[in-house]
């Protein structure tokens, strides 16, 4: 809903942009047995490339287009992401092992996994980063409200 709010676009891409880094992760890292960060680096300059490629070439020459060719322009991007990976990964389920730590912790009587507790932390560092970048670099007129349709009624947050 931001993405749209800000750009008047659904792309549906990121999400295929995504999962091409995951992929490309799990071939670094589980496949071909690479380390942590020289998978995990890589992964990211991907979907970078990726991003970059989807901006310069399909939507910045739609960006006088209607809204209906720039959203058919994203489902291209989407079909096209996952038929490729079709190709090599021949719509299997793939395992993965965590490459985080995933010994047990006792916390008042509940266990909890060691990854867990680190993607919280990594969540709540990220969180508080962008929250402060944010009220830096975002006039107060500017910010965008997100809204959630639940079965209570509708959710206003900034």
Do not use: W
Not at 41 to 67: K, T, Y
């Amino acid at each position: 809903m931001i993405v749209f709010r800000g750009s008047g676009v659904i792309i549906f891409a990121h999400g295929a942009i995504g999962v091409l880094g995951a992929y490309s992760f799990y071939e670094l890292h589980d496949a071909r047995h690479h380390g942590f960060l020289f998978a995990f680096v890589p992964s990211l300059l991907v979907c970078a490339v990726a991003g970059l490629i989807m901006q310069f070439v399909i939507m910045r020459p739609l960006r006088n287009s209607s809204p209906l060719a720039q959203l058919l322009a994203t489902l291209g991007v989407l079909a096209l992401v996952q038929g490729l990976l079709s190709l090599h990964y021949k719509q299997e389920a793939l395992a993965v092992s965590s490459s985080l730590p995933t010994r047990g912790l006792s916390i008042g009587g509940v266990h909890v996994g060691q990854d867990r507790l680190m993607i919280l932390g990594i969540v709540l560092i990220t969180s508080v980063v962008l929250a402060l970048v944010q009220d830096v670099s975002t006039p107060p007129e500017n910010v965008v409200m997100v809204s959630a349709v639940v079965p209570a009624g509708i959710v206003m947050a900034k």
